[in-house]
């Protein structure tokens, strides 16, 4: 079993569509990254959080710490949030920062 | 701000062959981190630095060395190259301390032909 479950592994949407992606651990841990890779490879950190809930514009990411549950949710999507969205989390016993990756959500956001 | 840069973006070798990657942590960054992600895989951690030294060791293959300079910066070099490495490598940088915060470069995708 992996230690990070992310879901759906696919996801298709229509523009305007609120969308909410899932990631569930089952390590203890310090931290945990969204991250995003388009095509062509390139990732970007979109949030780390170690509790409650962060805001960057549209995106929104929340974790229950004592759940080992976290979401990703994107309003009013727009085919330019089309990518793989990663869940990676910092093992608490990790002591070096090393991330343990999700399989990612690949999005499609359709005009 | 200045980000994580790796060099080169892409690379083409032959099985054998062998082949260098660098990676350029953001100013004051002291903690280099070496990721791989394999065609349709999720990364995987290869090995991490501080203050020149290995701090942790993941998937990383014998064939494949790392080090950290006296300016932080880090080289990833690979030899007698397979098939198999064909993939995207991607490099972190944190502050130790502050590791929870990683930032990523963009990549080399090395292809092994």
């Known amino acids: 079993k992996n230690e990070v479950e992310q879901s759906p592994q696919n996801l298709t949407a229509q523009e305007g569509e609120f969308i909410t992606i899932n990631c569930s651990y089952s390590?203890?841990?310090?931290?945990l990254h969204w991250l995003q890779q388009h095509p062509g490879g390139g990732i970007v950190s979109l949030f780390m959080l170690s509790s409650g809930k962060k805001k960057h514009g549209r995106l929104i990411a929340t974790i229950n710490i004592q759940e080992k549950h976290s979401s990703l949710h994107i309003t009013a999507s727009h085919p330019r949030d089309s990518a793989v969205y990663i869940c990676?989390?910092?093992?608490?016993?990790?002591?070096?920062?090393?991330?343990?990756f999700g399989k990612g959500t690949k999005l499609s956001v359709k005009p | 701000a200045a980000g994580v840069i790796q060099s080169p973006r892409h690379l083409i070798k032959e099985k054998r062959e062998t082949a260098t990657l660098k990676c350029y942590p953001i100013p004051r960054h002291d903690t280099v981190y070496w990721y791989q992600q394999g065609p349709g895989q999720d990364p995987q951690f290869l090995i991490s630095?501080?203050?020149?030294?290995?701090?942790d060791k993941g998937s990383i293959p014998d064939r494949f060395s790392a080090q950290q300079f006296s300016d932080y910066h880090s080289e990833l070099n690979m030899s007698s190259l397979e098939l198999g490495d064909s993939a995207l490598y991607f490099c972190a940088s944190s502050l130790q301390g502050a590791q929870n915060i990683q930032y990523f470069g963009a990549g080399t995708r090395l292809s092994v032909l």
């Open positions: 630095f501080y203050e020149k030294m290995q701090s």
């Open positions: 390590v203890g841990i310090s931290a």
């Open positions: 990676a989390v910092l093992d608490y016993g990790g002591s070096q920062g090393n991330l343990i």
